[in-house]
């Protein structure tokens, strides 16, 4: 079940704060953004020591982002983005007993993440040909797993929630063009795990409407009493589109 009202509220009243941070150091002069994006991401790693790959989670599957953006005068950029990834797979997973014998069952795996992102950049030379956009983000993920072994009956699973803060940057080529490429770059780790998030691609311009489409991976790990609960990758393409005013 989707924790999206109490931590989706909590984020919100966070991107207020931040909104009004900004504001006093910047002009009035404000540019809403609003996005969707589908991302069809592939996965690999493990969650509570069962591999995701031979379950099937190597293949591609489409997921939902949505974000709105602020940006207050010519230099501030504030941004709340929420990625929900929900997928069910199974397969034969194998299992080493004792050291010696190898089992294989049937499993499935019910993979529940929410990823919010929490974001203020600064933009350096936003009318040049070349923009760059250092930035803090804050990013939450929320994941709860349930794995159940089909030829036993027995499950489990985790429940975990994480805060990671990210040192970032984005660099867009002649961001007036029509067509331009874009790469941003995230990442921090903790002693709870680490969230690495690098996306990179060309964005195109008619007036108010932009859309996209490029590559992006999600690396992250997280920890509990020093064993990891999730180590997982996440890789695809997206395609998005959207007005900015």
Do not use: C
Not at 57 to 62: A, Q, V, Y
Not at 88 to 115: C, F, K
Not at 180 to 196: C, E, F, K, N, S
Request: no cysteine; net charge negative; hydrophobic share 40%.
């Amino acid at each position: 079940m989707s924790s999206f009202s109490p931590v989706g509220a909590t984020i919100a009243a966070a991107f207020g704060a931040l909104v009004a941070f900004a504001v006093p150091a910047a002009a009035v002069d404000f540019q809403p953004e609003l996005a969707a994006r589908g991302w069809f991401f592939k996965a690999d790693g493990d969650i509570e020591d069962t591999a995701l790959e031979p379950l099937g989670f190597d293949e591609l599957e489409g997921q939902l982002e949505v974000r709105g953006g602020l940006g207050i005068g010519e230099h501030h950029h504030v941004e709340l983005s929420y990625t929900r990834l929900r997928r069910s797979e199974e397969g034969r997973v194998s299992a080493v007993i004792l050291g010696l014998i190898r089992v294989e069952d049937e499993a499935t795996l019910d993979l529940d993440v929410d990823y919010y992102r929490l974001h203020y950049g600064y933009r350096f030379a936003p009318a040049s040909f070349v923009r760059i956009e250092p930035f803090v983000d804050v990013g939450f993920l929320d994941e709860h797993t349930l794995v159940v072994d089909r030829t036993t009956g027995e499950s489990g699973g985790s429940d975990d929630f994480a805060v990671f803060p990210m040192l970032g940057a984005e660099l867009v080529l002649g961001p007036g063009a029509l067509v331009h490429p874009r790469l941003r770059v995230a990442g921090m780790g903790t002693g709870g795990g680490h969230l690495v998030d690098v996306e990179g691609g060309l964005e195109g311009v008619v007036g108010p409407v932009f859309g996209g489409l490029g590559y992006r991976n999600v690396d992250y790990r997280i920890e509990d009493q020093g064993r990891d609960v999730a180590n997982v990758n996440l890789d695809g393409f997206y395609v998005e589109g959207g007005v900015r005013f």
